[in-house]
């Protein structure tokens, strides 16, 4: 059975292709800084969005039916199935990354979601054989039904943080059984609308014992992957504990997790907590957690999560850049967490918006190694910061000195004159002449 039928297997064609399902920039057998483009990327499917979206938004209906001629329920996700592996090998994507939700249907009891589980499970396993593909993460959907309402493991009511515990602890065993590479925790609806009704304090303890309790179990099941938290700001709840890489940074050391987690970040998330990606990314690098990346891109002028295909070349190239000075990815990869737009609505669009976020990936690992090579802007920078290498300024780095050695030095050298210049506009400039030049 093809369900997408009259779409080949999409090809590399270089930059003078006007074929529209071919790939323009993303080679996956050329060789970067002794990886291949395929190796660098570890691009991924979403399965929420590719399989189960339908276009719908908070003011209308879907536009594309996601059925794949299934009749009832099992058909209709073993058909997801088939249709995933298919798009997947057209598009010579390697890994796929689900919520447990999205590859099974969910009944009125959980043992027999349970029961539905284990069956698409079996069914996948075989088509990851089939097709040589792999799970990249799992996740388990911790929002969409009304029981969470006002959250899992931060609910008020004990009973939905011990049915939220249940479903990660499933989501953890098929994970481990088709080998993911790692467990993503997104905060969903771990947040509050209004301190008016809300024990902070123990919603916060409460995630913090949750994630606790995944960790102890992941290990007694031998879950070798990586754990990671994707922060997000907002929506659905209006504040979210997760708002950003420095807030859950801070609540992981707060619980001593830190050593356990790494981040999954995505982009439209950082637009929405007022950061740019590079950011969030750097602060994770810096910090040692960077994991993973759900790449997309939001639109500057919605303040919610459009989760549009990333064709921002600037942003990917930024982002790559610190992919790389980070020693590239692990376990973790580019996962599209992305969809087409609502108008957007036959199975062509689905395949072009990947090519599109491909390329443009593509695009920016050759900027961000170009950037690296040329090495004007790491020069700059090391330079900027040079007043740290010698006299005060390594004595203030070893921790040689106090305040009041520091009040002798300033009153020694009287006013500061020399602050420097930035030189933003030149260093804007040296980066648009790698990318054009």
Request: hydrophobic content about 30%; overall charge negative; charged content about 35%.
């Given at each position: 059975m093809e369900f997408f039928k009259g779409i080949n297997k999409i090809k590399y064609e270089g930059p003078k292709s006007d074929n529209p399902l071919a790939f323009k920039f993303y080679n996956p057998d050329e060789v970067i800084g002794g990886k291949t483009m395929k190796e660098h990327l570890r691009f991924s499917m979403s399965y929420w969005h590719t399989m189960c979206g339908e276009g719908s938004d908070m003011f209308g209906r879907g536009t594309l039916d996601k059925s794949f001629g299934g009749n009832d329920k099992i058909e209709i996700y073993k058909n997801k199935a088939l249709a995933a592996f298919e798009f997947m090998e057209k598009l010579n994507l390697d890994y796929f990354c689900f919520h447990?939700?999205?590859?099974?249907?969910?009944?009125?009891?959980?043992?027999?979601?349970?029961r539905a589980l284990d069956e698409i499970v079996e069914f996948i396993k075989e088509l990851m054989k089939q097709y040589n593909k792999k799970l990249l993460w799992g996740t388990a959907n911790l929002f969409s039904h009304p029981r969470y309402a006002h959250g899992a493991a931060t609910s008020p009511y004990a009973d939905v943080f011990a049915f939220a515990g249940a479903q990660v602890k499933k989501a953890l065993d098929i994970t481990k059984e088709l080998e993911g590479q790692g467990y993503v925790?997104?905060?969903?609806?771990?947040?509050?609308?209004t301190l008016l009704n809300t024990n902070l304090e123990l919603e916060m303890d409460n995630l913090a014992r949750f994630l606790n309790l995944a960790v102890d179990y992941a290990k007694k099941i031998g879950f070798e992957g990586d754990f990671y938290i994707e922060p997000k700001p907002k929506e659905p709840t209006k504040h979210q504990y997760d708002f950003d890489v420095a807030t859950v940074l801070s609540f992981l050391r707060k619980y001593g997790l830190d050593k356990q987690f790494k981040m999954n970040i995505e982009a439209n998330h950082a637009t929405l907590a007022g950061h740019t990606f590079q950011h969030e990314l750097?602060?994770?690098r810096v910090n040692g957690v960077f994991g993973s990346i759900d790449a997309n891109q939001g639109d500057l002028l919605l303040g919610w999560d459009t989760d549009q295909f990333p064709t921002n070349v600037y942003d990917t190239a930024?982002?790559?850049?610190?992919?790389?000075?980070?020693?590239?990815?692990?376990?973790?990869?580019l996962n599209f967490d992305a969809k087409t737009k609502r108008g957007s609505n036959t199975f062509e669009d689905m395949f072009i918006g990947y090519i599109a976020g491909m390329d443009a990936f593509a695009l920016g690992l050759r900027i961000a190694y170009k950037i690296i090579e040329d090495g004007r802007i790491d020069k700059f920078i090391q330079e900027r910061y040079s007043s740290y290498k010698e006299g005060i300024g390594k004595d203030i780095l070893d921790g040689k000195v106090t305040l009041e050695d520091l009040e002798q030095y300033a009153l020694s050298i009287g006013e500061v004159k020399n602050i420097g210049s930035g030189r933003q506009e030149y260093l804007e400039n040296i980066l648009n002449s790698i990318i054009f030049g």
């Open positions: 447990d939700r999205d590859i099974a249907p969910e009944y009125d009891s959980l043992r027999e979601t349970n925790f997104w905060g969903g609806r771990e947040g509050y609308e750097r602060i994770a930024l982002c790559m850049y610190e992919v790389l000075k980070a020693g590239g990815f692990t376990k973790g990869g």
